[in-house]
């Protein structure tokens, strides 16, 4: 009869550690899209940068869609991110704007605004084969960072991006590849593993 | 027999366990954040806070953010060692 009350103890004393200190709503769904996008995007790019039907007069315009294409694909996943997770939130009964959520985003942003930064003036100065690692490499230092806050396989996923990012720093020349394989192979990779480790398991209770 | 005596009457609560464990792994929590994740009504977790406070297990610190009033609290060095103790204790009754 205690024992059962001991028990109960210490699974609300995890539960509370746990809720309180990591936001546990983010949707492996939006990983798997986020993933989807990254590739159509790459695909897009590589139509843009090697021989095809897409034909651009300057190197501008080669530029300049290739900046479009990169914009659209991370606006559409942080707005797919923000609608799968405010669903499973709701759905938890998790509040979507509290500590937890705040802290997480601050801890992603900081790094990836960074990154952001710093890729921006990488483009001014035009060291075009340092792009694609640099974007890697800061999207795995913010994962890596936010993790902390939240679910634990956000930690792997960056370390994997960010092996990645040094990987295609080394084979330069190849950025687009490794992009795909960052932003969209990863990203679907662990996406599925955390939306079977923790959505499904959800809607069955 | 020791075991037993590490039980902590003070964490013989679910209000007041759930208070502790998420002051263990935040280095402060407001009385909102708190009565959101416990799901307790005003009256009630400031009767628990109270208590923890009385023990010298949480420290409490009264500010304002703006001109609203806020307290926060955090767990006491003597709170965390007797938490762990508590928690220490727990484990084992289960474990045998």
Not at chain 2, 41 to 65: C, M, P, R
Request: with cysteine; hydrophobic share 45%; proline share 1%.
């Amino acid at each position: 009869m205690d024992s059962n009350k001991y028990l109960d103890d210490i699974s609300e004393i995890k539960n509370m550690m746990s809720r309180s200190s990591r936001f546990i709503s983010l949707s492996g769904l939006s990983g798997i899209m986020a993933g989807v996008y990254a590739l159509i995007g790459a695909y897009l790019g590589y139509l843009i940068l090697y021989p095809s039907n897409w034909k651009f007069d300057t190197y501008e315009a080669i530029q300049e869609a290739l900046i479009a294409v990169a914009a659209g694909v991370a606006i559409l996943a942080v707005l797919t991110a923000a609608l799968l997770t405010f669903r499973k939130a709701k759905r938890s009964g998790e509040h979507i704007w509290d500590t937890s959520s705040k802290r997480l985003l601050a801890n992603f942003l900081i790094p990836l605004l960074t990154g952001g930064i710093f890729v921006l003036l990488l483009i001014r100065l035009e060291y075009w084969v340092m792009i694609a690692p640099s974007t890697l490499i800061f999207y795995g230092m913010a994962c890596l960072n936010a993790s902390k806050y939240t679910l634990r396989d956000v930690r792997y996923l960056g370390i994997t991006v960010i092996i990645l990012g040094l990987l295609s720093a080394y084979f330069a020349g190849y950025g687009l590849l490794f992009w795909a394989l960052g932003f969209g192979v990863c990203h679907i990779l662990y996406g599925t593993l955390m939306h079977f480790k923790y959505d499904t398991g959800d809607s069955n209770k | 027999m020791s075991i037993i005596n590490n039980i902590n009457k003070a964490f013989d609560h679910r209000i007041r366990l759930g208070i502790m464990s998420i002051l263990m792994v935040n280095d402060y929590a407001d009385f909102n954040m708190l009565k959101e994740l416990l799901g307790a009504t005003d009256g009630n977790l400031a009767s628990h806070t109270k208590a923890l406070e009385k023990e010298e297990y949480i420290l409490v610190e009264k500010q304002f953010i703006g001109r609203k009033p806020n307290t926060r609290y955090s767990a006491s060095k003597l709170g965390k060692q007797a938490f762990k103790k508590h928690i220490d204790a727990l484990e084992k009754l289960i474990g045998k």
